[in-house]
């Protein structure tokens, strides 16, 4: 079995912002494992935010021994971006070996398109209107917030400009528990269906003892089954991601549990290409939220690529991947 890895990089269409900084491209790690004649891709996209860097995702990977399963797997990476690219490059790999799709492989129903949020970069009001104006036409929108009084603003700009579209909000753990408790009320008041990572990870105790009028999604407190313990009593909802899970094996068996402990599911992703979104579509289908729009933040994609219409978010073709 011979592992490759190279650095990809995709031009975005316009800057992306959030509370945490702007960036003009989506920086990835692609990684092909060949088996015989057959060969398995898988991406990923090393955060900061978890202590990963492009460097140190490639070492974690290149560290591998020659021979492994997928089964192996979760016993050689810990959950995070290197185990995704590798778990999702495996499953890939064993689909053109099988001469079957993954979904049968993991023993799935035949997935469909879902309708995914397109998400709006941070900026002033009047430019998330101009945004929001631009892309009335898609169901569901997820605003990036700031955090601070001028979120309020953000979200009437948003509505404003899209009155039909179905809102969620994105705070990347930028507010206080009374931020939340302000703005929360006015939020839903604005039609805003639930708000993702308002206080950070490891802060977020408060959300235990305060009414949360609106639906509180964990992100950067969610990332593999074993997180979820913790979560119950303080969240509604999780988001499950694939460079957060360690690959669609971990993604499986968090979906399951925690739909077990009453949790609703949300899948979404990091800013990626087709490549990357397309094992998530696996994991979406049924989810109460998709948001794996990455490839439509992106000016350029893979040569094969997924496909996005109106149903939404299709199902991969074999050449891009599963």
């Not at 050689?76 to 590798?86: D, E, F, H, K, Q």
Request: one cysteine or more; proline letters at 6%.
């Amino acid at each position: 079995m011979k592992i490759s890895v190279t650095h990809d990089a995709f031009q975005l269409a316009q800057v992306f912002t959030i509370s945490r900084g702007s960036r003009t491209e989506a920086n990835v790690l692609t990684v092909t494992i060949e088996r015989g004649d057959h060969r398995g891709r898988g991406e990923c996209v090393p955060y900061a935010r978890y202590g990963e860097t492009m460097a140190s995702v490639q070492a974690e990977i290149q560290s591998l021994p020659r021979a492994f399963s997928r089964v192996d797997l979760g016993g050689l990476l810990p959950a995070g971006a290197a185990r995704n690219a590798v778990d999702c490059a495996l499953w890939d790999l064993e689909a053109k070996e099988a001469g079957q799709p993954v979904w049968q492989l993991a023993g799935l129903s035949e997935p469909s398109a879902e309708i995914t949020a397109y998400t709006l970069s941070l900026d002033t009001p009047e430019a998330m209107n101009a945004q929001a104006a631009k892309n009335a036409f898609r169901p569901l929108l997820k605003t990036k917030l700031g955090g601070g009084a001028q979120d309020v603003e953000r979200i009437r700009a948003v509505r404003a400009g899209a009155l039909d579209a179905k809102i969620i909000v994105d705070a990347n753990e930028g507010w206080t528990p009374e931020l939340y408790q302000t703005l929360a009320p006015v939020l839903v008041d604005l039609g805003v269906a639930m708000v993702e990572q308002p206080l950070p990870a490891g802060a977020d105790e408060a959300l235990r003892e305060i009414e949360r009028v609106l639906p509180v999604c964990a992100d950067e407190s969610c990332h593999d089954s074993d997180s979820l313990p913790d979560l119950v009593g303080k969240y509604d909802m999780i988001n499950i991601k694939l460079d957060k899970t360690g690959g669609l094996t971990e993604a499986l068996r968090l979906r399951s549990a925690a739909r077990a402990l009453g949790f609703e599911v949300m899948v979404g992703c990091m800013v990626g290409s087709s490549l990357a979104m397309a094992p998530a579509v696996l994991i979406a289908q049924g989810a109460a939220l998709v948001d794996l729009d990455g490839p439509l933040l992106l000016g350029e994609d893979r040569a094969s690529k997924l496909f996005y219409d109106a149903k939404g978010v299709h199902p991969p073709r074999p050449d891009l991947w599963g």
